[in-house]
């Protein structure tokens, strides 16, 4: 894949998240969405990822079905895309929003408190 300016991956981002299901996106509530290179040093340590294990997208935070009603003064939670990757993975333009839509969609439902399993489970089904 080519290189990509962070300007042209952040629309990208933009571009996916208009068209995900805006009922999910409107309840977002306190999140911030990032893109980063990759993950860092900390996200690394805290997944234990190898040296070979690619990381295309993290939510950290605590999910809703987790909360308490007690969250008031606690930083947002974070969705966090990596660029070198997601590269790393595609290999057209409509392959790199592709999985840039999935992997946003990914960490989104994490958000919902969604599991892996009933990610894959529902990923399978919109097949």
């Known amino acids: 894949m080519h290189e990509l300016s962070d300007e042209q991956f952040d629309a990208l981002i933009t571009r996916a998240m208009d068209e995900l299901p805006q009922q ?14 990759e993950p860092n040093e900390h996200q690394r340590s805290k997944l234990q990822l190898r040296g070979d294990q690619l990381l295309l997208g993290l939510y950290e935070g605590v999910p809703l079905t987790h909360r ?3 969250e008031s003064g606690i930083l947002p939670d974070k969705i966090s895309l990596f660029k070198y990757p997601i590269l790393a993975v595609t290999y057209s333009e409509q392959s790199l929003f592709e999985q840039i839509k999935r992997t946003l969609w990914h960490e989104i439902a994490h958000y919902y ?3 892996h399993p009933r990610i894959h489970e529902l990923e399978q089904k919109n097949r």
């Open 68 to 70: 308490g009603g007690n």
């Open 113 to 115: 408190g969604l599991d």
């Open 24 to 37: 999910y996106i409107k309840g977002l509530k306190n999140v911030a969405i990032v893109m980063a290179d």
